[in-house]
């Protein structure tokens, strides 16, 4: 079946620093979706990007990530982090062919940001 | 943007009750979802509930739990008995896509068992 690693369970940073969160997948599909969620503190988790067009960077509020299929891959990337990007990241996969009734989740990286 | 209602948002209840937990999905998606979440860990997938019908159920899905979305109303799940390991956030998400529509989620509703 699909399965998303997340290898780091916390990162943890100082304000002003770059940020990478590591994603690899594995799926039988050809052309998977990929999506990171964002769940602040208290609060529901929500889309961040997505993206399904291989090397293609996708952006959205000052993050970024690119779909790499030759590595499987689809980190989550910012030049410099902020106090209110602390929250938990997850990242996702989906099929895109009939009979994918379940997004598959990482186990989600807590990412800290210090002062 | 597109909402996802959750009712209660806070329930307390003795351990051995009942509890039924309300989700409003996004109005036409056809595909919902529930995620448990224990505080201060990840979230995970309990169950998705397709054209009437449980379409997949993850090893947290006691049978004490159950769902289904009676004539188009809300999506409920439903845990009877409780157990003090099911206090949790429960978080209920819907799609308009099973492959490659993304999840809309609700706030969760936060259940404590005592």
């Known amino acids: 079946g699909d399965s998303v690693t997340q290898t780091e369970g916390l990162v943890t940073l100082t304000e002003g620093l770059p940020v990478m969160l590591n994603c690899t997948y594995q799926?039988?599909?050809?052309?998977?979706?990929l999506f990171w969620y964002v769940q602040h503190l208290n609060e529901s988790p929500r889309l961040l990007l997505k993206s399904f067009t291989d090397n293609k960077r996708t952006e959205h509020q000052g993050f970024h990530a690119t779909l790499h299929k030759s590595s499987s891959s689809f980190h989550l990337q910012k030049s410099s982090a902020q106090l209110s990007d602390s929250a938990l990241y997850y990242c996702?996969?989906?099929?895109?062919?009939?009979?994918?009734?379940?997004?598959?989740f990482g186990k989600g990286t807590s990412l800290v940001v210090h002062p | 943007g597109p909402k996802v209602l959750q009712i209660p948002s806070h329930q307390i209840i003795d351990m051995g009750q009942m509890v039924t937990l309300n989700c409003d999905p996004v109005?036409?998606?056809?595909?919902f979802y529930w995620y448990k979440q224990i505080l201060g860990q990840q979230m995970e997938f309990l169950v998705n509930f397709y054209n009437g019908k449980v379409m997949e159920k993850s090893k947290l899905f006691k049978d004490q739990f159950s769902v289904e979305r009676p004539d188009g109303s809300y999506f409920t799940l439903k845990i009877q008995p409780t157990a003090l390991e099911d206090s949790a956030v429960y978080f209920c998400a819907s799609s308009s896509r099973a492959s490659t529509g993304q999840l809309y989620f609700g706030e969760g509703s936060k259940l404590t068992v005592l």
């Open positions: 996702a996969l989906s099929g895109t062919s009939g009979g994918n009734y379940k997004p598959t």
């Open positions: 109005s036409n998606h056809l595909y």
């Open positions: 799926t039988i599909y050809s052309n998977p979706f």
